[in-house]
């Protein structure tokens, strides 16, 4: 079966990147310029820059038309060991998604609002707080950007009676961020559970993300447990999927021992 000439020209594109012609941050062409240098029709070039757009090799700014994404490898959100203090912390990062943003050689920035509120019913479960009361949790939401990308939003939720008052309340919470505030104050996180599911974005997620409407986000709800087994923070994360890869690593079942000789 042929190739479609929309699948063609994004291949054709997608190489031009990959070899410079067009840098990361670079605008590309008009659709009408393509057009008239004979490589498709205007619906061809349209459906070539959305795949180059699904792809995570370009986005839309508005005015600007459509650019090299600045991020044209994926960014690695290593599940098993980025909250590790070392990760968490290197080069006096604040917290791992800095970090790995860093480790891209692009510059972290978070604009976060902070606030005293009422979870969603089930945060409030997990927290075990009263999802009717005002003001039990403290709420961290943040849209984080690698550059000038957004490329996250992340809300993390954490009881009032942990949070409240301390530097969890600030708007920079230090080398390694929310999860080194925490150990400081005795309610180190030593288990963690993520959930991750696949949909589509809210509106308002979308136009935050500058992702097409019909672009499939990652959810990742992210439950953090004391040595004790209570819940000290719930992060809920919208990730644009074409942006990033998610990996976890853990020990399966160890080889028998060599039983003792006689």
Not at 8 to 30: F, H, M, R, W
Request: proline share 7%; charged share 25%; glycine share 8%.
């Amino acid at each position: 079966m042929a190739t479609p000439r929309w699948k063609q020209l994004a291949d054709e594109l997608a190489n031009e990147i990959s070899e410079g012609v067009y840098l990361p941050g670079a605008k590309l062409p008009k659709i009408a310029d393509l057009v008239a240098a004979g490589r498709g029709s205007r619906t061809t070039v349209q459906r070539a820059y959305g795949e180059l757009t699904e792809r995570g090799l370009t986005i839309g700014v508005q005015k600007r038309g459509t650019i090299v994404s600045p991020i044209l490898g994926k960014i690695h959100r290593d599940g098993t060991g980025r909250y590790m203090r070392v990760a968490r912390e290197q080069n006096g990062a604040r917290g791992a998604f800095a970090a790995e943003i860093e480790r891209l050689g692009m510059d972290p920035v978070s604009s976060t609002d902070i606030s005293r509120g009422r979870p969603p019913a089930r945060i409030a479960e997990l927290l075990d707080v009263d999802p009717s009361a005002p003001d039990t949790v403290l709420i961290r939401a943040r849209i984080m950007s690698a550059s000038e990308i957004v490329v996250q939003l992340a809300t993390s939720y954490l009881p009032g009676s942990v949070a409240f008052g301390t530097q969890l309340e600030q708007q920079d919470t230090g080398p390694g961020g929310s999860k080194s505030r925490l150990e400081e104050l005795g309610h180190g996180q030593r288990t963690i559970t993520e959930t991750i599911n696949v949909r589509s974005p809210s509106p308002s997620e979308a136009s935050t993300l500058a992702i097409p409407k019909e672009r499939q986000v990652y959810e990742i709800t992210h439950v953090a447990r004391s040595a004790e087994g209570r819940v000290v923070e719930v992060c809920v994360h919208v990730v644009s999927t074409p942006l990033w890869t998610l990996s976890y690593t853990w020990p399966i079942d160890p080889p028998d021992a060599p039983a003792d000789e006689a």
